[in-house]
């Protein structure tokens, strides 16, 4: 029976949602994460990459500390530290990787801070949100050098020093949360100084760098056939409370099919049943019709079961917000429009016209 999400009303599912070997490795992982739902940015907002990350001769620079007393201060008052959304990637009590965004300081070295994030009693203690925990052992420290979209990230001998069991989802982790940011394509690992062709505790590939191609959260859905398969990531919601939030997880698919039309498919099947994540697409819902690609943009015609608002007159903004999620995942798609019976102006549940969605900058954004 589908898990559906619903709405002020808690779940709490306590069940395994099993990886497969794919790519980072297998291990069994469940979840149950604390964090509000995502909403979308405005079109044409930025990370302001240009300002936050002067790259020189393939390194991060540092940001120069502000100090007391600069031109245009009162006297003895300090200066004002700004602060900006960073998306960071945690594991939750359960064991899936969930991005989770949190105010940092800004600085210019983003992606040394990000990873300096992700150190258990660093920086970041005071900013978890309830149920999630840094991924990097106490003590580890971190350099970032950025080569032509190759992050890499320079650890010191600390680093060695965790679970082995959950060594895929820190090998996630740290390529998810370096790749958010659109100069890094992929992510290699050093240990003072000396590249890591495998993680150093159950020999986890890294070879010449991990990508998000690798996958997340990897999912077991009975594809064996790793040669003759791709994989495509889905976001599903989980529930706490009265908290929601998106969770990715990447499936198995065939290598023929389309990759969108694919995705679309797998995520109207729902989540796996071995785990406890929720989806808010009811039965029955169905594409009528193949995807449509057209500058940047994909147009998806459903049947009237993705109106499941408003007494089944408007679509629901969290389906919009998995599917933007996901298949934005995809290479060259940018927006995602929504048609039911071929019919463009149907109705968001707030009760305007839906319009063409992109995919939010951060995920998973809100105190906790």
Known sequence: MR????????????STLVATGCSFGGNEATTEMD??????????????LDE?????EGEEQ????????????????????EDVQRELYLIDENGLVVPQTLSLPKTESVLKQSLQYLVEGGPVTELLPNGFKAVLPAGTEVDVHLNDG??????????????????????????????????VEKVKLRINGYDQEMMPQNGTPIG?????????????NGVVDMVNSKSVTLYFLDQKGENTYYVPVTRRVGMEEDSVKVAVEELLQGPSFKSNLLTDFRNGVQLLSDPIYENGVVTLNFNE???SQLDAKAVSDTALNMLALTL???????????????????LHESGQMTQPVSRPELVNTGSF
Do not use: C, H
Request: proline share 4%; glycine share 8%.
């Open 3 to 14: 898990k559906m999400f619903r709405r002020g009303v808690p779940v709490l599912v306590l």
């Open 35 to 48: 964090a509000p739902p995502v909403s979308y940015v405005d079109e044409g907002e930025s990370l302001d």
């Open 52 to 56: 936050e990350e002067d790259v020189s």
């Open 62 to 81: 540092e940001a120069e500390a502000p100090e007391k007393g600069e031109e245009g201060e009162g006297e003895g008052t300090e200066a004002v530290v």
């Open 150 to 183: 190759v992050a890499i990230a320079d650890f010191s001998n600390e680093f060695k020093e965790y679970d082995p069991s959950e060594e895929q989802q820190i090998l996630q982790a740290i390529t998810w949360t370096l790749t958010q940011f659109d100069t």
């Open 208 to 220: 010449d760098g991990v990508s998000r191609a690798n996958g997340i959260n990897l999912e077991s």
């Open 305 to 307: 079961s993705l109106l």
């Open 328 to 346: 934005t995942e995809q290479e060259g798609v940018e927006q995602v429009a929504v048609q039911v019976n071929g019919e463009a102006n149907i």
